[in-house]
């Protein structure tokens, strides 16, 4: 089975499609069979840890890109957390927050790590642009119920975080600060904000997702205190170039 992403395929002006794989080879060829026939530009695979599609010659792609993604989870008390100096810099985002231009680039700067940025075929317009979009709808209250950002010395944003309510927890969207406040205990503090919130709205689990590649993000997630859940591959497969004018 495949499933054609509208958003995707609206946003960035080619057709997406999406596809999970159990690593069988002749799985994969009726998956990319059916993606072909529905004439796909780019189709993203989520298949096993140690899945690699490279070794399928039979692939007629123009492109592969490989990427890592790490699920994490943490269990919380129902306790509020206590406020410490670098907390007290931060504030929940408004949906009217004016500073939009600010916050939308680190969002842009959060996606570094990602597959979108890092696969040399994918449009780095359209890489940004998914990531401004989603910053935007998450201040907005369309993908986040809660936005909490870092005040730097200068009053502008220099991290964000953003959260949203789902079935069984609270998950974790875009974590970002700015590169040269990195390593200063900001993105614990934006964490432990969102879990102060997650607290006082009586959820106990969070959970966030993060790339295999992005060793920062993860080293900051099982310091602390979330467990990997889950890991899987996730690939690009290009079944024919993105028009040119988009790249």
Same mark, same amino acid.
């Given at each position: 089975?495949?499933?054609?992403?509208?958003?995707?395929?609206?946003?960035?002006? &080619?057709?997406?499609? #999406?596809?999970?794989?159990?690593?069988?080879?002749?799985?994969?060829?009726?998956?990319?069979?059916?993606?072909?026939?529905?004439?796909?530009?780019?189709?993203? &695979? &989520?298949?096993?840890? %140690?899945?690699?599609?490279?070794?399928?010659?039979?692939?007629?792609?123009?492109?592969? /890109?490989?990427?890592? !993604?790490? %699920? &994490?989870?943490?269990?919380?008390? !129902? =306790?509020?957390?206590?406020?410490?100096?670098?907390?007290?810099?931060?504030?929940?985002?408004?949906?009217?927050?004016?500073? +939009?231009? %600010?916050?939308?680039?680190?969002?842009?700067?959060?996606?570094?790590?990602?597959?979108? /940025?890092?696969?040399?075929?994918?449009? #780095?317009?359209?890489?940004?642009? +998914?990531?401004?979009?989603?910053?935007?709808?998450?201040? !907005?209250?369309?993908?986040?119920?809660?936005?909490?950002?870092?005040?730097?010395?200068?009053?502008?944003?220099?991290?964000?975080?953003?959260?949203? =309510?789902?079935?069984?927890?609270?998950?974790?969207?875009?974590?970002?600060?700015?590169?040269?406040?990195?390593?200063?205990?900001?993105?614990?503090?934006?964490?432990?904000?969102? @879990?102060?919130?997650?607290?006082?709205?009586?959820?106990?689990?969070?959970?966030?997702?993060?790339?295999?590649?992005?060793?920062?993000?993860?080293?900051?997630?099982?310091?602390?205190?979330?467990?990997?859940?889950?890991?899987?591959?996730?690939?690009?497969?290009?079944?024919?170039?993105?028009?040119? @004018? !988009?790249?």
């Amino acid at each position: 089975m495949i499933d054609i992403l509208d958003w995707d395929t609206r946003t960035f002006g &080619f057709m997406v499609a #999406r596809a999970q794989w159990s690593g069988t080879p002749s799985e994969l060829d009726s998956i990319v069979m059916k993606a072909q026939l529905a004439d796909v530009t780019l189709l993203y &695979f &989520f298949g096993p840890p %140690d899945a690699e599609i490279t070794k399928h010659t039979a692939i007629p792609a123009t492109c592969v /890109f490989r990427s890592g !993604r790490v %699920d &994490f989870h943490k269990r919380m008390k !129902r =306790k509020p957390l206590p406020h410490f100096p670098t907390r007290q810099r931060i504030r929940a985002v408004p949906a009217n927050f004016s500073g +939009l231009d %600010d916050i939308c680039q680190l969002g842009i700067e959060a996606g570094c790590y990602s597959r979108f /940025f890092r696969d040399p075929v994918f449009p #780095r317009r359209s890489a940004e642009l +998914l990531y401004r979009l989603w910053t935007e709808n998450s201040i !907005r209250g369309i993908l986040a119920d809660a936005t909490f950002a870092y005040a730097g010395q200068d009053g502008h944003v220099a991290g964000f975080i953003t959260a949203k =309510k789902g079935q069984g927890g609270a998950r974790v969207g875009l974590v970002a600060v700015a590169p040269h406040l990195r390593g200063q205990g900001i993105g614990k503090a934006l964490l432990d904000s969102v @879990e102060d919130w997650a607290c006082r709205e009586g959820i106990t689990d969070i959970y966030v997702s993060t790339q295999a590649e992005n060793k920062a993000a993860c080293g900051l997630y099982s310091r602390c205190g979330y467990a990997v859940s889950r890991e899987e591959a996730v690939f690009h497969l290009w079944l024919r170039q993105p028009p040119e @004018e !988009r790249r």
